[in-house]
Every structure is written in structure tokens, then in C-alpha cells.
């Protein structure tokens, strides 16, 4: 099929979504119906890489948080321990600086 030029724009701008949606679409090797043949002759096909370990491991026994990586000296201090989940929280201005408005 041959197609001019404003033909060929027109049909390829119908697969353009609008701002502010998402295609989520598989296809392909990732096809949920040829995933169990496709994934394991690809992993067939990739050579075998061998993991090399790394060259210092830190002892957790021996670990402490307060003792400096540079000078090894206990100089380290907490200043503030954040939650686990989500952004720190924002500290609310006190009554005595808060403006009023009238």
C-alpha cells in the first residue's frame, strides 16, 4: 500500500493519545500468550554471566552509625530521623509568628 505524505501523518496521529492518558498495551516477546515460549528461548540465547562478589562486605555486628567513614571516629550525630513513608512533614509555624490580618 502506498500512501501520500498527509495520508500517512493522519493515520499515524490516530495512535497519538491525549494529554494526560496512558496506553499500557503488550506485545510481542511481552504478550502474556507467547511469554511462555518467548522469555525462555531468549534466556536460552544470552550468555552466561558470572556475578563477581563484592569486594568488601559489612560486617552488621561491627557497624556503628555514629563513627565517621573518613576519620573513624565517633563525631557523626542525628540530627533528624525521618519516617520510613513519605516525605518528611513540614513543620507549622508557631502562634507567636503566625500574621494576622484584619
Known amino acids: 500500500m502506498s500512501l501520500t505524505g498527509l495520508e500517512f501523518i493522519r493515520r499515524?496521529?490516530?495512535?497519538?493519545?491525549?494529554k494526560?492518558?496512558?496506553r499500557i498495551r503488550?506485545?510481542?516477546?511481552l504478550s502474556s500468550t507467547s511469554k511462555p515460549v518467548s522469555i525462555p528461548a531468549i534466556c536460552n540465547q544470552l550468555p552466561i554471566i558470572e556475578v563477581k562478589q563484592?569486594?568488601?562486605?559489612r560486617?552488621?555486628?561491627?557497624?556503628?552509625?555514629?563513627?565517621?567513614p573518613d576519620c573513624k571516629t565517633e563525631t557523626m550525630r542525628v540530627i533528624e530521623i525521618i519516617p520510613?513513608?513519605?516525605?518528611?512533614q513540614i513543620k507549622q509555624?508557631?502562634?507567636?509568628y503566625v500574621l494576622h490580618v484584619s
Open 84 to 88: 520510613t513513608r513519605g516525605p518528611p
Open 59 to 68: 560486617n552488621q555486628d561491627t557497624y556503628n552509625p555514629l563513627c565517621c
Open 20 to 22: 494526560g492518558f496512558v
Open 93 to 96: 509555624p508557631s502562634e507567636k
Open 54 to 57: 563484592a569486594k568488601e562486605v
Open 26 to 29: 503488550h506485545y510481542g516477546i
Open 12 to 18: 499515524f496521529s490516530l495512535h497519538i493519545l491525549p
